[in-house]
Antibody, heavy 124, light 106 residues
Framework: QVQLQESGPGLVKPSQTLSLTCTVS??????????WSWIRQPAGKGLEWVGH???????NYNPSLKSRVTISLDTSKNQFSLKLSSVTAADTAVYYC????????????????WGQGTLVTVSS | SYELTQPPSVSVSPGQTASITCSGD??????ACWYQQKPGQSPVLVIY???RRPSGIPERFSGSNSGNTATLTISGTQATDEADYYC?????????FGGGTKLTVL
């Protein structure tokens, strides 16, 4: 059974960098046709895809966030990470990590495993 | 950028059939997925690749996708199905979610 768990600071100051890590257990992040994704949800609002990294290490990001987002893999720790720079109050949200499926260069979405989510608040 | 449009809310009586639509340009040419999210919980995949159900999802959940519209159908709706539902598809190297539909079981 695959499990995902987000970790990181719950409070980030405006203009600083938000950093989160997702630890994956029950499977290797470097094998299979999977897209390891970050998805966020502001309070009372819908889901917004932030970006993902394929098992090969290739990435795709939400165009509206692309200039500020970096997602990376740490295969030695079976983790993947999110960095979002120059944050503002608009980045306050519950951040989920999730596993998606697909072929290299073509995602099926299909987010079948999710973390419990972690609330990140941007405030001074 | 690609957009997926869902009705904000749908109401259904217990035991009846609920249909939630998701519209997008040529959506039928893409794979559509559906997620159920209850308050305070992470989303759960209920339909993938247009019409497939993950293990553990009740048979009353079904999906279709053709033309510009994907539809999630819940037959014999139960009170436990009350939740927010999101459609999702992949377009131009981007995962796109619909705005969500709140299903109310009256």
């Amino acid at each position: 059974q695959v499990q995902l768990q987000e970790s990181g600071p719950g409070l980030v100051k405006p203009s600083q960098t938000l950093s989160l890590t997702c630890t994956v257990s029950g499977g290797s992040i470097s094998s299979g046709n999977y897209y390891w994704s970050w998805i966020r949800q502001p309070a009372g609002k819908g889901l917004e895809w932030v970006g993902h990294i394929y098992t090969s290490g290739s990435t795709n990001y939400n165009p509206s966030l692309k200039s500020r987002v970096t997602i990376s893999l740490d295969t030695s720790k079976n983790q993947f990470s999110l960095k979002l720079s120059s944050v503002t109050a608009a980045d306050t949200a519950v951040y989920y990590c999730a596993r998606g499926s697909g072929l290299r260069g073509y995602s099926y979405g299909q987010f079948d495993y999710w973390g419990q989510g972690t609330l990140v608040t941007v405030s001074s | 950028s690609y957009e997926l449009t869902q009705p904000p809310s749908v109401s259904v009586s217990p035991g009846q059939t609920a249909s939630i639509t998701c519209s997008g340009d040529k959506l039928g040419d893409k794979y559509a997925c559906w997620y159920q999210q209850k308050p305070g919980q992470s989303p759960v995949l209920v339909i993938y690749q247009d019409s497939r159900r993950p293990s553990g999802i009740p048979e009353r959940f079904s999906g279709s996708n053709s033309g510009n519209t994907a539809t999630l159908t819940i037959s014999g709706t139960q009170a436990t199905d009350e939740a927010d539902y999101y459609c999702q598809a992949w377009d131009s190297s981007t995962e796109v979610f619909g705005g969500g539909t709140k299903l109310t079981v009256l």
